[in-house]
């Protein structure tokens, strides 16, 4: 009898052990479970974060294209306007040695009718001397 007690007593101590060890593997297990839990859950957050970082990034992304395109559109104009502003000076200068080869022939021909006018103008005055000469021998001539 005092075997099957010790017997008994070892069993009640081996599940009384088992039972502690048990519940020691229980709680380390749901320790373990809820360091996992919340390392999934950190996870889950970094995760949602990055996706909302990367989000944001393709929006700026997004933004930058487009204000990049705004931009080169507004340079195409700009060269399109030095162009045509440069076609327009390019016209006004062959314009202006135009007029300025215009007014350099007329200057010439004002000189050359000066020159005429003149001699025209001296030719004048000795006719007009010769008349008077005349007219005073015509005048004594008929005294």
Excluded at 32 to 54: C, F, M, N, T, V
Excluded at 89 to 94: L, Q, V
Aim: aromatic share 2%; charged share 45%.
């Amino acid at each position: 009898e005092d075997e099957v007690q010790v017997t008994e007593d070892a069993k009640l101590r081996l599940e009384v052990n088992f039972q502690a060890v048990k519940a020691n593997y229980d709680r380390d297990m749901a320790a373990k479970e809820e360091q996992a839990e919340e390392g999934r859950r950190k996870l889950i957050q970094q995760l949602r974060d990055l996706e909302s970082q990367l989000e944001e990034e393709r929006k700026a992304r997004a933004h930058l294209q487009s204000t990049q395109k705004k931009h080169d559109s507004v340079i195409q104009q700009l060269e399109e306007q030095i162009e045509q502003e440069e076609r327009g000076k390019d016209e006004a200068i062959r314009q202006f040695k135009k007029t300025q080869g215009q007014l350099k022939d007329l200057k010439l021909s004002v000189d050359d009718a000066e020159k005429e006018r003149s001699a025209l103008a001296h030719q004048v005055k000795a006719q007009e001397k010769k008349c008077k000469l005349l007219e005073g021998e015509a005048n004594t001539a008929q005294e």
